[in-house]
């Protein structure tokens, strides 16, 4: 059985940093790209970060650039978000996806974690 397990989430002040983590289990991780999505109070779940499996290239929503950094640890089956810089505006649930092939819908989602940030 696939799971997506994500964790580190919280209330933070503006300005401060979280770092999610998702562990991944029941799948053979290194072949998966990974992606990290967000869905604030009202609003559609939105795009926030992806690293893909073979390359390790990975790819931003404009609004995280420079504040946010995905990574992941194949030997553990982990993806990382480090979220530095947090604004009000990123408050929301963050959830993990895993994506085998590429323009194809994702795979597998974790239940998620909750950001909040305060102002």
């Known amino acids: 059985q696939v799971q997506l397990v994500e964790s580190g989430g919280g209330l933070v002040q503006a300005g401060g940093s979280l770092r999610l983590s998702c562990a991944a289990s029941?799948?053979?991780?290194?072949?998966?790209?990974m992606a990290w999505y967000r869905q604030a109070p009202g609003k559609e779940r939105e795009f926030v970060a992806r690293?893909?499996?073979?390359?390790?290239?990975?790819g931003y929503t404009d609004s995280v650039k420079g504040r946010f950094t995905i990574s992941r640890d194949n030997a553990e089956n982990t993806v990382y978000l480090q979220m530095n810089s947090l604004k009000p505006e990123d408050t929301a649930i963050y959830y993990c996806g895993a994506q085998q092939r590429l323009g194809e819908r994702y795979d597998y989602w974790g239940q998620g974690t909750q950001v909040t940030v305060s102002s």
């Open positions: 029941g799948l053979t991780f290194s072949r998966y790209h």
């Open positions: 690293i893909f499996s073979s390359s390790g290239k990975t």
